[in-house]
């Protein structure tokens, strides 16, 4: 497994990390003693960062994680959580001071860690602008005093805001998702300012929540019809070559070294053995051509997310 420095925490991340959201059931039911096991195959693999949230499974993926964790070394992982996002609907952000420190406290005692080493503003479009940085990022740097929390960061789908964020003193990372995969590589236009401020970059979703690969995205997936059907092209065509699609999709999105981390998101072991095979692989050159030909007509064409005023 391969590091890189995660912007100015001084952590060296591995270049694949675990995201932990089908813990939670998020891709499709998930048995609690293989998502255990995956948690310490990852370790194993060499995998140091984790990232989970309390929205997640509505609190499942942190619990499963926290049984996991509990039997594993704390000097071996980086753990990743969020507040702010509870629920799928607007009515369950709560990015209220009292609401955040609460949610550090609940995930502690279900993560079963005296720290989190990460704590991050989950879907920073969906918060009031104001009281994110006047009440949530202060109340999270008061919990940074009291060593619950080591670092800050944020996480979101809107670049301009990721952009915005990253030049807050506090904020030490950003996680972007869906913007640095075979279909959408709009990360690289903040990449460099970021990196001028020092802020870490994490990449979530290189498989396009699940449109780059042969199971296909989830129902909820929020991409048009047209987005679909061009990636399920892609994906025939790898079948076709008797290749698979999320190999070079993964490939691709953690060959950017501006990018620190970039997280696979799996409740399955043997798929978490291929994603660190897959990286230390070489890229077939002619595979990546023709599949990015298929995929240019929705290159750098995302879908809406987020409230208008903070995008």
């Keep these: 497994m391969k590091y890189r420095q995660l912007g100015k925490t001084g952590w060296k991340v591995s270049v694949l ?27 194993d693999l060499g995998i140091n960062f984790i990232d989970v949230a309390p929205f997640y499974g509505s609190t499942r993926a ?3 994680l926290g ?33 955040v420190i609460q949610s550090v406290d609940e995930s ?25 940085v006047q009440e949530t990022i202060p109340a999270l740097e008061k919990l940074k005093t009291t060593g619950k929390v080591r670092q800050i960061g ?24 869906c913007h640095y995969c075979l279909t959408d590589t709009t990360l690289v236009r903040i990449l460099a300012p970021l990196k001028a401020k020092n802020v870490g970059v994490i990449n979530a979703s290189p498989f396009a ?17 047209n987005y679909r059907d061009i990636c399920a092209s892609a994906v025939d065509h790898c079948k076709k070559r008797k290749r698979d699609l999320s190999k070079l999709a993964l490939q691709f999105a953690a060959s950017n070294r501006d990018i620190s981390t970039t997280l696979v998101g799996t409740s399955n072991p043997k798929n978490l053995r291929n994603a660190a095979k897959w990286v230390e692989d070489r890229v077939e050159e002619d595979l990546l051509a023709e599949v ?17 005023k903070n995008s």
């Design 67 to 99: 049984k996991a964790l509990k039997e594993i070394s704390r000097e071996r992982f980086y753990l990743a959580t969020k507040v702010g996002r509870y629920g799928a609907s607007v009515e369950d952000f709560d990015f209220s001071a009292q609401r």
């Design 209 to 225: 929540m699940g449109l780059l690969t042969e199971k296909g995205p989830p129902p909820w997936h929020p991409a048009p019809a």
């Design 154 to 177: 944020v996480t979101g789908f809107p670049l301009p805001l990721l952009k915005k964020l990253g030049d807050l003193k506090p904020i030490d990372t950003v996680l972007s998702y």
């Design 62 to 64: 942190e619990t499963i």
């Design 17 to 43: 990390g675990l995201g932990a959201s089908p813990l939670g059931g998020a891709f499709g039911k998930v048995d609690e003693k293989e998502g255990v096991k995956t948690v310490h195959t990852a370790v």
């Design 108 to 132: 502690l005692r279900r993560l079963k860690l005296s720290h989190i080493d990460l704590i991050q503003c989950h879907d920073v479009e969906f918060a009031p602008w104001a009281q994110l």
């Design 292 to 308: 990015q030909t298929l995929l240019k007509p929705i290159l750098n064409q995302p879908w809406e997310g987020g409230l208008e």
